[in-house]
Structure formats: C-alpha cells, structure tokens
C-alpha cells in the first residue's frame, strides 16, 4: 500500500526534519580520535615503530566510530521520514546509542579527554 505524495516528494511519514548525520559523524570522529589516542598511548606506538598492519588498523579504529554512528543515523532518519518511527524516537534512539559508545570508550566528562591530552604529551616526550 503506498501513501499519496503530498507534491514535495514526500509520500507520507514524517518528513521535514533535516538530515542530521553531521552530528552523529562528528561524535563519531571524537570517540575515534580518542580510541586511536588510547591505543597509541597504551601501547607506547610511535611513528617510527608502528608497522604497516598497525598503522592500518589505527585508521580504521579512527574511521569505524564515525561510518557506525552516521549509518545508524542514515538509517534512523530514512525510517522516520517514511513515517515508520517519530523524530523524537529518532533523537532519542541515537543519543541512546552515542552516550554508552562514549561511555564504553571512557568519555564521561571533558576531563576524561584532558587526562588524554596529558597523556599524549608525556606520551611524545
């Protein structure tokens, strides 16, 4: 059964809401910065030491936050604008998945990304 268009290419649902994926890949991209960051410091990696295989997975630690969060979005946003879930199910679906990624990652409070900082210093001295 298909829903009528209602002449903005919208057949039904929910549409209307902006896509809102940037969102979801920048905290993606924070809690891959900080993975690799734990990674690098934990192991005592440095340029000069780091073979082929560990630079690629230190990449794709980097990179694998951001396409899971952004996918998620992309696929949030798709269902609620066919009407299928609400915005608000929408907000809340995601920030319910980005809270525990962070907290699983140790990110409860910007002094969790200090202490990083401090340890990546001392980490390149």
Partial sequence: MTEPDDGDGNSGGNGGEPDAAAIWYILGLIAGVFLVGKVVVSQDLSGDTTSTVQNLLLVALFLAPMFLLGGISKHLSREAARGKISWETYWTTMVGITVPVLALLGITSI???????????????
């Fill in 111 to 125: 002094d969790d990304v200090l202490d990083l900082a401090n340890a990546w210093s001392a980490h390149d001295k």
